[in-house]
């Protein structure tokens, strides 16, 4: 029979599949099982990774640190616009914003209560990326059973107190203008808090104290504010310049104790799982391949009897080893990534990152040239040996 009145490698391959004795069907498992585990597991791990990158680098709680007057003076209850000024000049200081918040209450016929408190970049609600100013506030989406999701963009009525006298007080009301609404599940700053400016707040503590607004922060002060460092690195030397200038500094990164450490070390943790995955893989690879080619064996010396060179032949075992690996790799890769995001939305808050959306992309064709070359070189002593002896070996 003439070389050319046989099916070649591609049209082989079609018939195998079809018949149901391809190798690639195991493959195509197997890779599917890898790229799940390893998607489902870098996308969450390299988004909190970043994410506490992004914290370390000065742009996020990690870089803040909280100062309030020592107990030990008790003629400096509350800190002033002087010693405000006296802590910003410090070097490595980006920021210092007064860490208060006043009672408010809902005007008109609504009956839910709630504290404004200040913003700061690093401590807005997940999804919140604007700084409200003057009479902007971000609110819960849902308070003591009462919807303000729809208030987003519209002005909302709201009652405050004011002094009148020596222990005495009355509501007034004012509108505060809604740009943005939370998931009321996140407390980052207390429950059902309303987050305003820092200028807004002020005013209303100023007038609860019967204060001028214009003097309040001068004279009367606030009991604490959250100083932002520039860099992770210089969050101790800050600190410390702080404790010796006579303040209570307390880096907000010592509440979270090693988490933050633990967490960098992400990447480090996900390369060990990964290289022993990869152990594992290509023991469980070779397994498979081998097995598939000593059951293949009459299949093979046939083809090679019937005029398939040793090159045709192992051209087949990379094309069926290779199309099971690659559509196990993808559907693996795929859904692996949508149960990261899933686990990344809980764990960080935040969706997927889009660098851990790349990375797990360009792990995928791991498990493909883990079996290709796995079943090149087992299949080596198959295609060296005299075909004949392997039909008769193999009837």
């Not at 023991?283 to 059951?295: E, F, H, P």
């Amino acid at each position: 029979m003439s070389r050319g009145s046989f099916p070649r490698p591609w049209r082989w391959l079609a018939l195998s599949t079809r018949k149901g004795f391809a190798s690639g069907f195991p493959l195509t498992v197997l890779s599917a099982a890898t790229m799940f585990i390893l998607a489902s597991v870098s996308v969450p791990l390299v988004t909190a990774s970043e994410a506490v990158s992004a914290q370390r680098s000065g742009v996020g709680v990690l870089s803040q640190i909280r100062v309030t007057p020592l107990d030990a003076a008790p003629d400096s209850p509350a800190l002033t616009t002087a010693e405000r000024e006296h802590i910003s000049k410090l070097d490595d200081v980006e920021s210092v914003v007064a860490d208060a918040q006043v009672g408010i209450y809902a005007g008109g016929e609504a009956t839910w209560s709630s504290t404004l408190t200040t913003a700061t970049a690093a401590t807005l609600p997940p999804g919140v990326t604007t700084l409200p100013t003057g009479t902007e506030v971000i609110v819960p989406e849902s308070i003591d059973g009462h919807d303000l999701a729809d208030a987003v963009g519209t002005p909302l009525q709201i009652e405050y107190t004011v002094s009148t006298g020596e222990q005495q007080g009355e509501l007034r009301g004012m509108t505060l203008e809604v740009i943005a609404a939370y998931d009321a599940d996140w407390q980052g700053r207390g429950p059902n808090a309303f987050v305003g400016s820092e200028e807004q707040v002020v005013e209303l503590l100023a007038a609860r104290a019967g204060v001028p607004a214009s003097t309040y922060l001068d004279k009367t002060g606030v009991p604490a504010v959250i100083v932002t460092v520039a860099d992770d690195a210089a969050i101790d030397t800050v600190a410390r310049e702080l404790s010796e200038r006579g303040f209570d500094a307390r880096p907000a990164r010592d509440s979270l104790g090693e988490l933050p450490g633990v967490v960098a070390l992400f990447p480090a943790i996900f390369v060990t799982v990964a290289l022993g995955a990869v152990g594992i893989i290509v023991l469980l690879v070779g397994a498979v391949v081998r097995g598939s080619l000593a059951r293949r064996a009459r299949e093979f010396g046939l083809l090679r009897v019937r005029g398939w060179s040793v090159a045709d032949v192992r051209g087949l075992i990379v094309l069926d080893i290779g199309a099971g690996s690659v559509i196990g790799s993808i559907v693996g890769t795929a859904l692996g990534a949508v149960a990261g995001a899933g686990v990344s939305s809980v764990v960080t808050e935040s969706a997927a990152s889009t660098t851990s959306l790349l990375v797990t992309a360009a792990m995928t064709p791991a498990p493909v040239v883990l079996s290709v070359v796995v079943a090149l070189v087992a299949s080596g002593r198959t295609l060296r040996r005299d075909p004949y002896l392997a039909l008769v070996e193999a009837s």
